[in-house]
């Protein structure tokens, strides 16, 4: 089965500068890569996908990027600001009606 | 749209009994899945229904059970309690599969 891997675990950074994290996955069916974000009590929130026929995706101060080849894609967030400050979530799926894989999560934490 | 609803938020009970969650999806979705969170294992998938039939399962003992009613509303049941089935436990709802799923707030499951 598909196994996705996630670094790093933690990660801090100054407010306003960029983070990024970064994923692997296993299984050259998947072509559905989303990223969660979780807030403390709360589920995980859909804040961004990306399919394996793009290889990048904006949206605002977040990006993802994908590279089939090597079978990693990573979370860009740039302009950090104290709200996102939580943990995110990487995940791969073959898409359809196939399960979704998670990462074990990054626990984001940004210092005013 | 009411989002994905759980009840109930917190729950606590001892070894051996039976426990069941409910989750309540978003109007019109019709693929329910449930995952089951912990500090060291992150997001763990269990199961997922679509129109009342398990269409995938995770990694998880028999004592770990769901059905899906025809309004598809979704309940989960946990029997023969042990102290490692502490943790939160996620529904994910989607229009029909796994894709684009949105989380509600989980119920806070502990063993004692």
């Known amino acids: 089965g598909e196994n996705v891997e996630q670094h790093p675990s933690t990660l801090s950074v100054q407010e306003g500068d960029s983070a990024v994290i970064k994923c692997t996955y296993s299984?050259?069916?998947?072509?559905?890569f989303p990223w969660y974000k979780q807030e403390l009590g709360k589920g995980p929130q859909l804040i961004i996908d990306?399919?394996?026929?793009?290889g990048e995706k904006k949206d605002q101060r977040i990006a993802v990027t994908l590279n089939k080849t090597a079978k990693h894609f990573s979370l860009h967030i740039t302009e950090t600001q104290p709200e996102d400050s939580a943990v995110y979530f990487c995940?791969?799926?073959?898409?359809?009606?196939?399960?979704?894989?998670f990462g074990i999560g990054t626990k984001l934490q940004v210092i005013p | 749209k009411a989002g994905v609803t759980q009840t109930p938020r917190y729950l606590i009970k001892t070894r051996g009994q039976q426990v069941t969650l409910s989750c309540s999806p978003i109007s019109g979705h019709r693929s329910v899945s449930w995952y089951q969170q912990t500090p060291g294992q992150g997001l763990q998938f269990l199961f997922e229904?679509?129109?009342?039939?398990?269409?995938n399962k995770g990694n998880f003992p028999g004592r770990f059970s769901g059905r899906q009613f025809s309004n598809s509303r979704s309940e989960m049941n946990v029997s023969t309690l042990e102290l490692g089935d502490s943790a939160l436990y996620l529904c994910?709802?989607?229009?029909?599969?796994?894709?684009?799923?949105?989380f509600g707030p989980g119920t806070r499951l502990l063993v004692l």
């Open positions: 994910a709802s989607s229009w029909r599969g796994q894709e684009t799923q949105y």
């Open positions: 229904y679509f129109s009342e039939t398990q269409r």
């Open positions: 990306i399919r394996s026929n793009v």
């Open positions: 995940a791969a799926s073959p898409g359809g009606y196939q399960k979704v894989t």
């Open positions: 299984d050259s069916a998947s072509n559905y």
